[in-house]
């Protein structure tokens, strides 16, 4: 398989949402901008919520973008870079 570029501005909702709505293995970072006027939420493994203030990134290896969960305040976004490689 060929390798793909993503680049994502996803806008987070107050319900908890996955990062894709289909299975999507990529590598890559994912970002709070320091714009978002609060923290977003990821679900956290055990469930609870695990916030990233404005301007917080995260480096990612092989992770699913459909199994990582998101929420906030309304008009915060998440940014997703990276790449899948088959």
């Known amino acids: 398989m060929p390798n793909n570029l ?10 908890y949402r ?3 709505e ?6 890559g970072e994912i970002c709070s901008p320091p714009f978002n006027l ?3 939420f990821f679900r956290g493994d055990d469930g609870s919520d695990v916030p ?6 995260h480096v990612i ?6 199994e990582i969960y998101v929420k906030g305040p309304v008009g915060a ?8 490689w088959g």
């Open 22 to 27: 289909r299975s999507l293995v990529m590598s």
């Open 38 to 40: 609060g923290p977003v």
């Open 18 to 20: 996955p990062l894709s």
């Open 52 to 57: 990233w203030i404005q301007g917080e990134c």
């Open 77 to 84: 976004i998440v940014t997703v870079v990276g790449g899948t």
């Open 6 to 15: 993503i680049l994502r501005r996803i806008e987070v909702t107050a319900e």
């Open 61 to 66: 290896q092989r992770c699913n973008l459909a």
